[in-house]
Protein backbone atom coordinates (compact mmCIF):
# COMPACT_ATOMS: atom_id res chain seq x y z
CA UNK A 1 0.00 0.00 0.00
CA UNK A 2 1.29 3.52 -0.60
CA UNK A 3 1.72 6.09 1.82
CA UNK A 4 2.76 9.60 1.09
CA UNK A 5 3.89 11.55 3.90
CA UNK A 6 4.00 15.86 3.60
CA UNK A 7 6.66 17.95 6.24
CA UNK A 8 8.00 20.99 5.56
CA UNK A 9 5.03 23.63 6.07
CA UNK A 10 4.81 26.74 8.37
CA UNK A 11 4.55 30.14 8.62
CA UNK A 12 6.41 32.97 6.17
CA UNK A 13 6.07 36.33 4.90
CA UNK A 14 5.41 37.35 1.72
CA UNK A 15 9.01 37.15 -0.79
CA UNK A 16 9.68 33.68 1.36
CA UNK A 17 10.58 30.82 0.60
CA UNK A 18 9.68 26.88 1.97
CA UNK A 19 10.39 23.57 0.80
CA UNK A 20 8.11 21.02 0.97
CA UNK A 21 8.77 16.99 1.52
CA UNK A 22 6.93 14.50 0.23
CA UNK A 23 8.27 11.02 1.90
CA UNK A 24 6.46 8.10 -0.10
CA UNK A 25 6.60 3.83 0.74
CA UNK A 26 5.16 1.44 -0.88
CA UNK A 27 6.34 2.08 -4.50
CA UNK A 28 6.26 -1.26 -6.50
CA UNK A 29 6.21 0.27 -9.94
CA UNK A 30 9.76 2.36 -11.45
CA UNK A 31 7.32 4.16 -13.73
CA UNK A 32 5.12 7.10 -11.49
CA UNK A 33 3.85 10.41 -10.99
CA UNK A 34 4.01 12.61 -8.23
CA UNK A 35 1.92 15.81 -7.47
CA UNK A 36 1.22 18.53 -5.47
CA UNK A 37 -2.10 19.71 -4.91
CA UNK A 38 -3.42 22.59 -2.88
CA UNK A 39 -6.53 24.17 -0.89
CA UNK A 40 -6.93 27.25 0.19
CA UNK A 41 -9.84 27.68 2.90
CA UNK A 42 -13.38 28.07 1.74
CA UNK A 43 -11.72 26.80 -1.88
CA UNK A 44 -11.50 24.01 -4.17
CA UNK A 45 -8.21 21.95 -3.92
CA UNK A 46 -6.05 22.63 -7.10
CA UNK A 47 -3.15 20.76 -8.91
CA UNK A 48 0.12 23.03 -8.45
CA UNK A 49 2.30 20.54 -9.82
CA UNK A 50 3.35 17.37 -11.53
CA UNK A 51 6.40 15.45 -12.76
CA UNK A 52 6.72 12.21 -14.19
CA UNK A 53 9.54 9.84 -12.98
CA UNK A 54 10.22 8.21 -16.01
CA UNK A 55 10.81 11.22 -18.22
CA UNK A 56 11.12 14.04 -15.48
CA UNK A 57 8.82 15.93 -17.38
CA UNK A 58 6.76 18.66 -15.08
CA UNK A 59 3.78 20.88 -15.58
CA UNK A 60 2.77 23.95 -13.38
CA UNK A 61 -0.74 25.86 -12.81
CA UNK A 62 0.15 28.96 -14.81
CA UNK A 63 0.18 31.19 -11.05
CA UNK A 64 3.09 29.38 -10.08
CA UNK A 65 5.33 29.12 -13.01
CA UNK A 66 8.83 30.68 -12.56
CA UNK A 67 8.29 30.45 -9.04
CA UNK A 68 7.71 26.75 -7.74
CA UNK A 69 9.94 24.01 -8.84
CA UNK A 70 8.94 19.93 -8.38
CA UNK A 71 11.32 17.18 -7.79
CA UNK A 72 10.44 13.36 -7.06
CA UNK A 73 10.59 14.11 -3.15
CA UNK A 74 10.17 18.01 -2.85
CA UNK A 75 8.19 20.73 -4.04
CA UNK A 76 10.59 24.28 -3.64
CA UNK A 77 8.54 27.44 -3.37
CA UNK A 78 10.19 30.84 -3.93
CA UNK A 79 8.76 34.20 -4.22
CA UNK A 80 5.22 33.45 -2.02
CA UNK A 81 2.81 35.03 -2.02
CA UNK A 82 -0.16 35.49 0.28
CA UNK A 83 -2.31 34.03 -2.04
CA UNK A 84 -0.51 31.03 -1.83
CA UNK A 85 -1.68 30.02 1.49
CA UNK A 86 -3.51 26.32 1.58
CA UNK A 87 -2.98 22.78 2.96
CA UNK A 88 -0.60 21.69 0.15
CA UNK A 89 -0.89 17.38 -0.58
CA UNK A 90 1.07 15.34 -1.89
CA UNK A 91 -0.22 12.78 -4.45
CA UNK A 92 1.18 9.91 -6.75
CA UNK A 93 -0.47 8.12 -9.50
CA UNK A 94 0.42 6.26 -12.98
CA UNK A 95 1.40 9.57 -14.85
CA UNK A 96 0.73 12.71 -14.30
CA UNK A 97 -2.79 12.47 -15.97
CA UNK A 98 -3.71 10.25 -13.11
CA UNK A 99 -1.45 11.50 -10.56
CA UNK A 100 -3.99 12.00 -7.88
CA UNK A 101 -4.50 8.26 -7.05
CA UNK A 102 -2.57 8.80 -4.08
CA UNK A 103 -2.72 11.56 -1.23
CA UNK A 104 -1.09 12.42 1.95
CA UNK A 105 -2.71 14.12 4.77
CA UNK A 106 -1.35 17.39 4.04
CA UNK A 107 0.69 20.43 5.65
CA UNK A 108 -0.11 23.89 6.03
CA UNK A 109 1.54 26.74 4.46
CA UNK A 110 0.65 30.03 5.57
CA UNK A 111 1.98 33.22 3.70
CA UNK A 112 1.84 36.34 5.82
CA UNK A 113 1.48 39.78 3.94
Known amino acids: EVHLVESGGGLVQAGGSLRLSCAVS????????IGWSRQAPGKERERVAC??SMSGSTRYKDSVKGRFTISLDSLQMNSLKPEDTAVYFC????????????WGKGTLVTVSA
Open 51 to 52: ID
Open 26 to 33: GLTHDAYA
Open 91 to 102: TMGGDCAYVDEH
